[in-house]
């Protein structure tokens, strides 16, 4: 864990921290997407291109000139309003307009660690209202990944997950969701050629069955919402983020790029099942029956097994789309064949793929990570119910850039 990590936790979060972090949310106590924390204005990172175009035309302008911003925006990568030039399509005054009428600012870097074997980078960013957040940039298996954060803290409380024992602060704007994307995208470009392991050159440590891509500009291709916080909690602002990021005018990811990982928060799968949002979803299961995953997740008093397995088969019925379902291995608690029988029975009617992560340390809880041969004899257990399965890898632990070891002080 860094110095910034989380202070011991109160072990006391849980349900009470859950529907106070929801009736917050309710109350619009935290903030709207496209909007900053606190504030009225709009960030300019929160707005999609249409809306963005509106705005200019609101404002009497011709939408050409919002298409030449959003292009500066996330092709040139300009980082504040004195870095934009005005020209034919986009005039002073128009220019004017916009920074009087947003916000436009980006995190600033407080710290930056990097693994020891290159392939992970942490960075702590500071919000604008001294909250600060982790973001990761992995580099492995020829991919480029940035696992965002889309909370401060979360209120869900799972036992093992140093961002639950940190506690609830605040969501995310779509804005500072974005910020991550951006800020990593433009890491990846401004080191591709000067750093192997990072950027172009394929690193020395790349899996041979994945050869890592010659690109001379490396650029940001996945983005996994595994960071600080409960995507699904935040939803609106999560939303609004993945269609900025997915823009084809901008960063252009992917929908199958991006992956928003849930602790089972069903209101959100259900939703993301009648919007047909074409992500990858997944979920964190960690126990097969109620109450041995009550004891680790304590949103599964809130969101029960059954109620949660009924969402899953809505979405995979709706969209016809698999569910990855993530299993924390900790030794002696959940690793057992029993347990492994029991995920079995429990996704045998869902098209499922399995990804067991041995538990990580953080200050909060004791348990002890399976080792590799029980990671695989629970594996070799779902291979019998036609489940794949695979084993994450342990990367970043050195800098506490795991699952679940994300966590900042205060
Ligand atoms: N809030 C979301 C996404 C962030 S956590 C969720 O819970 O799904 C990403 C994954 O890391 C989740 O599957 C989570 O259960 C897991 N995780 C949390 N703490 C962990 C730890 N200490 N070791 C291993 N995995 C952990
Ligand atoms: Fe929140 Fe996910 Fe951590 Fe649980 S595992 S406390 S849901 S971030």
């Given at each position: 864990m860094s110095a910034e990590s989380s202070p011991?936790?109160?072990?006391?979060?849980?349900q009470s921290l859950i529907d106070s972090g929801i009736a917050a949310e309710k109350a619009g106590e935290t903030a709207a997407s496209?909007?900053?924390?606190?504030?009225g204005r709009p960030h300019l990172l929160g707005l999609t291109r249409i809306e963005l175009a509106d705005r200019a035309v609101e404002w009497g302008f011709a939408r050409v000139h919002a298409a030449s911003l959003w292009n500066e925006l996330y092709?040139?990568?300009?980082?504040?309003?004195?870095e934009f030039r005005p020209h034919d399509r986009m005039p002073a005054r128009f220019l004017e307009r916009v920074f009087s009428e947003c916000d436009f600012d980006f995190p600033g870097v407080s710290r930056e660690t990097h693994s020891a074997d290159g392939f992970t980078r942490k960075y702590l960013l500071g919000l604008r209202d001294a909250h600060r957040i982790e973001t990761v940039l992995m580099r492995y298996s020829g991919r480029t990944t940035a696992c965002v954060s889309?909370?401060?803290?979360?209120?869900?409380?799972?036992?093992?997950c140093a961002t639950g024992q940190m506690g609830y602060t605040r969501h995310l704007t779509a804005a500072e969701i974005v910020a991550q994307a951006l800020h990593v995208d433009r890491v990846l470009r401004a080191t591709s050629e000067s750093d192997p392991q990072v950027g172009g050159?394929?690193?020395?440590?790349?899996?041979p069955d994945h050869p890592s891509p010659h690109h001379r500009h490396e650029r940001l291709r996945n983005i996994v919402f595994?960071?600080?916080?409960e995507p699904l909690h935040n939803y609106d602002a999560v939303m609004q983020a993945i269609d900025i990021l997915r823009d084809s005018a901008g960063?252009?990811?992917?929908?199958?790029?991006i992956s928003v990982s849930t602790v089972g928060v069903v209101p959100g799968i259900r939703r993301l099942a009648a919007e047909k949002r074409p992500v990858y979803l997944a979920v964190s299961l960690h126990g097969a029956t109620q109450e041995e995953r009550a004891a680790l997740v304590p949103a599964a008093r809130k969101w029960k097994l059954d109620e949660l397995m009924d969402a899953c088969r809505e979405y995979t019925a709706t969209l016809g789309r698999r569910i990855f379902f993530e299993w924390t291995l900790i030794e002696g608690k959940n690793d057992g064949p029993e347990h492994a029988h029991a995920v079995g029975a429990l996704l045998k009617d869902i098209p499922a793929q399995v990804n067991l992560i041995p538990l990580n340390p953080t200050f909060g809880y004791d348990g002890k990570p399976t080792r590799p041969a029980g990671a695989r004899g629970f594996q070799d257990v779902l291979a019998t119910y036609g489940i794949p399965c695979t084993v994450r890898q342990r990367r970043g632990i050195d800098i506490a850039?795991?699952?679940?070891?994300l966590a900042v002080a205060g």
């Open positions: 011991p936790p109160p072990q006391s979060t849980s496209g909007r900053t924390a606190g504030g092709l040139q990568g300009r980082r504040a309003p004195s889309s909370q401060v803290g979360c209120a869900m409380g799972c036992v093992f050159a394929a690193p020395a440590l790349a899996e595994m960071g600080m916080g960063l252009a990811l992917g929908a199958q790029k850039a795991g699952c679940g070891q």
